[in-house]
């Protein structure tokens, strides 16, 4: 286990270098807390817009309402995928970055001005981007922007400086993580969530590097500079940059499920090896999964392929499945050492659920797991991928993932950042807990509204679906879920960004003194909560439950993934 130095050598009596966290105990670097506080709040604000994209597109898709014209409709949904897939999760992880490299390692900012370039770039590069996708017709090209569709230069120059800043700033992050060894603010081993954030933070590299390999000579490309850029290289360039995002997000995203296990039950992994071996299986594996936009791509052979969505791909699932044991059995044991240990859920009935950040948690887990995961893995597969790519069913994939799981875990996350980085009280409580709930729900209709719409055919870009001429009855039933599930999804977004405002421009300011923050025994759960090794070994506290949860899984798993292969066999009409 990591440990921690007891002083901050480079403080030199000035008193507003750093304080020190009351609940955390650890000393709290000011140049990283504001910029702590500068990304969130631009997540915050990037999600809101975003999120308004994000009802105006859906109440178009459904059908009876039909809202936008074509040309808006289009153009909000390239606004959308930009502030949600990549500025609402870039900025939250960057501020996440800045909290792993200097907060839990208690260590100072080695590089805050270059941390703030890479934070002016990342702005401009956003808030560009806004303006010129709603201003200008040209910049409807989607997130994509599929050559040879051509935006404007001032389209691809914003992806750059967005691109570079947020390189910059994980340039910071690896500067930290080399000061703080240096100065032995910990020893041996980073702490496992810290260790997590870096697992994001060199798969972001990569990422962003092959962004560049596209957008560059895209930019090149819309300024006469060159007469072409080869479609094909661009596609396999834009995805090693648009899938491994999500990677990254997955990364930090089981990094904040290990964060708010801890401060909502007060776990300790049951193996801290086999969950930092999981980390380690993403770092080699996690991005082949960008193969399966590629797969109707001619110039690619079968072996590339083959290889890319199967048995590499799956060493990627293992890690994920690791996480999926590993968190839930380290919940179980800490709360079975509080003494809950009636029957195999006794635990479970008697966790926080008032807690947001336990709600967003669990809800975070089994969506992404039980819905996204495995229709991930199934869309992976390239029989089954020419089915089902092109449909609603991949967008009711991602959704379940990069929404449901990563911006639900985030928000969960922001309820304790609050208290603890901007030191404002949280307001609406009551909002708070139930905040969780309803975008949870929703974005669960949402997702299985989008995925059964696709095994039935909807297109997942078009945006009038009659076109045809024939819409099935069950279409309109399937596309009425994914409305109200967006409705739902929605409020509860809304309900999240109240909250987080009002508590930071209207919240008394003051220094936490406690994690959880509706419920509970008023004590800190990092105090009230220390698992022994006996705690840990004790048979009364093993994580039996865990285990039929994870087992149960695995069953669902393998129905829908080989219910999948009997579809997929349904169409070849064979006699």
């Known amino acids: 286990m990591a440990t921690l130095a007891p002083t901050f050598p480079w403080v030199k009596g000035a008193k507003d270098d750093y304080r020190t966290c009351p609940v955390l105990t650890l000393k709290v670097d000011m140049h990283a807390e504001r910029l702590i506080i500068a990304n969130a709040v631009m997540a915050v604000l990037t999600l809101t817009i975003g999120g308004i994209a994000a009802l105006l597109i859906a109440l178009t898709r459904w059908q009876t309402f039909h809202l936008l014209d074509a040309t808006w409709f289009y153009r909000l949904l390239t606004l ?81 400086l967005f691109a570079v800043g947020a390189l910059i700033a994980v340039a910071t992050f690896f500067i930290n993580i080399v000061v703080a060894k240096r100065e032995k603010r910990f020893e041996g081993s980073m702490p496992l969530v810290a260790f997590g ?39 396999n360039f834009f995805w090693g940059f648009g899938h491994p995002a999500q990677q990254v997000n997955l990364a930090a995203m089981i990094s904040i499920w290990y964060s708010l ?33 590629l797969l109707g791509d001619p110039g690619l052979s079968f072996a590339w392929k083959a290889v890319n969505t199967s048995y590499a791909m799956y060493l990627a699932v293992l890690g994920s499945m690791m996480h999926a044991f590993s968190i839930p059995a380290a919940m179980e044991v800490a709360l079975r050492a509080k003494g809950y240990r009636k029957g195999l859920f006794g635990w479970l009935r008697n966790a926080p659920w008032k807690e947001p950040g336990f709600s967003a948690l669990v809800i975070s887990i089994v969506i992404f797991g039980w819905v996204g995961g495995v229709t991930g893995v199934v869309i992976g597969t390239e029989q089954i991928n020419m089915l089902v790519h092109n449909t609603m069913r991949l967008p009711g994939h991602f959704h379940a993932t990069v929404v449901s799981g990563t911006t639900t875990a985030f928000m969960g996350l ?34 299985l509204g989008m995925i059964t719409s696709g095994l039935q055919g909807v297109s997942r870009r078009n945006w009038d679906i009659t076109f045809a001429g024939v819409v099935p009855g069950t279409v309109e039933l399937t596309l009425a879920i994914f409305g109200i599930g967006a409705i739902l999804a ?86």
Do not use: C
């Open 414 to 447: 922001t309820y304790y950042l609050i208290p603890l980085i901007f030191r404002k009280e949280l307001k609406l409580k009551k909002w708070a807990v139930w905040q969780p709930y309803v975008f949870g729900g929703g974005m669960l209709l949402l997702s």
């Open 490 to 575: 929605v409020i509860g977004g809304i309900m999240f960004v109240t909250v987080v405002f009002v508590s930071v421009l209207t919240g008394p300011r003051t220094e936490a003194n406690k994690l959880l923050l509706v419920s509970g025994d008023g004590n800190p759960v990092l105090e009230s909560t220390k698992l022994t090794d006996h705690m840990m070994e004790d048979k009364q506290n093993q994580p039996r439950g865990a285990f039929v949860l994870v087992f149960a899984f695995l069953v669902w798993f393998a129905v829908y993934y080989f219910t999948n292969w009997w579809l997929l066999g349904r169409t070849w009409f064979i006699r």
């Open 80 to 160: 959308h995928g930009i502030d949600m897939l990549i500025a609402w999760m870039v900025f939250f992880e960057i501020a996440g970055l800045h909290f792993g490299s200097t907060v839990l390692l208690n260590a100072r900012h080695a590089a805050p001005k270059l941390a703030w370039l890479g934070f002016i770039l990342m702005t401009i590069g956003g808030l560009t981007a806004n303006v010129v996708v709603l201003f200008d017709p040209r910049n409807t090209v989607a997130y994509t922007a599929y050559m040879p569709l051509k935006a404007s230069p001032v389209f691809y120059l914003s992806y750059i």
């Open 261 to 293: 296990a801890q401060i909502t039950v007060g776990i300790r992994p049951v193996n801290e090896k086999f969950s930092r071996l999981a980390f380690v299986l993403y770092l080699f594996f996690i991005n082949l999964g960008a193969a399966h936009h």
């Open 197 to 235: 954030f870096m697992t994001a933070a060199i798969l972001a590299t990569y990422t962003l590097l092959q962004g560049a390999a596209a957008i560059v000579p895209a930019f090149l490309w819309s300024m006469g500079v060159i007469s072409s850029f080869d479609p094909g290289i661009y596609r």
